[in-house]
């Protein structure tokens, strides 16, 4: 149930918070954001952050939830008082078998990533998703809005990747495509969960440099969905999300 779920994830970050005070200086600082909290305050906090900072930024990303990740990414690019950015990303040992979220939000746009107007009103002609564990709505989704219609889907897959996150992955493929069928098997793309780069240049390819408008769905690894981020910054996209509401 949502409410044992919290409670797991408040243990969880209690024990995580105890073991980063160990290995931090002294005056490093915790700040407490609701999951649902309004933009408005993580924008403040990071602009405070930039503020009292020399302007090298070092942005680690590997827990951050898409809603977060991706507005987040955007100020720090475009904030003038940032010279560098620096955007990590941790391989986890191993995956826990259980649902890394629930309770779900109806999908919708994220945030700063939801103007079709700034692509100068092009139709959009590829849907990229990035294949994670759970697909919450997303099949649905592509089924509502895309069935029929001539787009290509291409689908980034992690790997090489540990046997059981393989499993989970083609469970997420074997969702999508009941419905949406794959003409190709090359609409399933294989990049190593850590290459950003390599992603990114997938991406750029797909979408013909910007030429070929697209939309996003960042569902699978970090580094795959800090490209997605990169790519829409450089050639405004749409990103589309449905975001747990506990994790």
Not at 161 to 166: E, F, K, L, W, Y
Not at 228 to 234: G, Q, T, Y
Request: net charge neutral; charged share 20%; hydrophobic share 40%.
């Amino acid at each position: 149930s949502p409410s044992n779920f919290l409670n797991n994830s408040l243990k969880k970050i209690s024990a995580n918070r105890l073991d980063i005070g160990a290995l931090s200086p002294g005056n490093c600082e915790f700040v407490s954001i609701g999951l649902l909290d309004p933009l408005l305050v993580i924008k403040s906090k990071v602009k405070s952050w930039v503020a009292g900072s020399n302007g090298n930024i070092v942005l680690d990303v590997s827990t951050f939830p898409e809603r977060f990740c991706f507005p987040i990414i955007r100020w720090l690019s475009e904030d003038v008082y940032v010279k560098n950015l620096v955007i990590t990303y941790m391989l986890p040992e191993k995956y826990t078998d259980e649902d890394l979220g629930c309770d779900s939000q109806d999908w919708g746009q994220l945030p700063t990533f939801v103007n079709d107007a700034q692509s100068g009103g092009r139709p959009v002609e590829n849907v990229i998703v990035g294949v994670g564990f759970l697909p919450y709505s997303l099949p649905d989704w592509l089924k509502k809005t895309y069935h029929g219609r001539n787009l290509k889907i291409s689908l980034l897959m992690p790997f090489p990747s540990a046997p059981s996150s393989v499993n989970r992955a083609w469970e997420f493929i074997r969702r999508i495509e009941k419905d949406m069928s794959l003409k190709d098997d090359r609409q399933i793309i294989r990049i190593a969960a850590h290459d950003l780069c390599g992603a990114f240049q997938r991406i750029d390819g797909i979408t013909r440099n910007g030429a070929s408008p697209a939309v996003f769905a960042p569902y699978g690894p970090k580094a795959h969905s800090v490209a997605m981020c990169l790519h829409s910054l450089k050639y405004p996209s749409e990103v589309y999300f449905t975001q747990p509401t506990y994790y």
